[in-house]
């Protein structure tokens, strides 16, 4: 079975930082976590799953949502199956519980795409339990 994983979350300052990872497991040799493009989305309590940003199979390919635009940034290792995401400059809107997702499909995030990455999430075919960050003032 495959899963996701993720770890990292915690409590800081506005302005600290903070990196998330997301591991995958349960792959065998008929699968590769490099078929998958990734993501991270977040919620907070009483508002909709919104988009952080995604990575596409190959790393070639991001995107970000507004809000953490030139604050947030997404990599990926496919050595270790690990997707990562690095916070800096955090603000107490940043607070909420992050999750990692996967899906095969290649377009979902890739340059030139069609697709709304940040709102079709049918796509999306695993998600993590999540971690929750903090952010104090």
């Known amino acids: 079975l495959v899963q996701v994983v993720e770890s990292g979350g915690g409590l800081v300052q506005a302005g600290g930082s903070l990196r998330l990872a997301c591991t995958m497991s349960?792959?065998?040799?008929?699968?590769?976590?490099?078929?998958?493009?990734m993501g991270w989305f977040r919620q907070a309590p009483g508002k909709e799953r919104e988009g952080v940003s995604c990575?596409?199979?190959?790393?070639?390919?991001?995107y970000y949502g507004d809000s953490v635009k030139g604050r947030f940034t997404i990599s990926r290792d496919n050595a270790k199956n690990s997707l990562y995401l690095e916070m800096n400059s955090l603000k107490p809107e940043d607070t909420a519980m992050y999750y990692c997702?996967?899906?095969?499909?290649?377009?979902?995030?890739?340059?030139?795409?069609?697709?709304?990455?940040?709102?079709?999430?049918?796509?999306?075919?695993?998600w993590g339990q999540g971690t929750q960050v903090t952010v104090s003032s």
């Open positions: 997702a996967a899906t095969r499909v290649a377009a979902w995030c890739a340059t030139g795409g069609g697709l709304q990455w940040d709102t079709d999430l049918p796509r999306l075919e695993l």
């Open positions: 349960g792959l065998t040799s008929g699968s590769s976590f490099d078929d998958y493009a």
């Open positions: 990575i596409s199979w190959s790393g070639i390919s991001t």
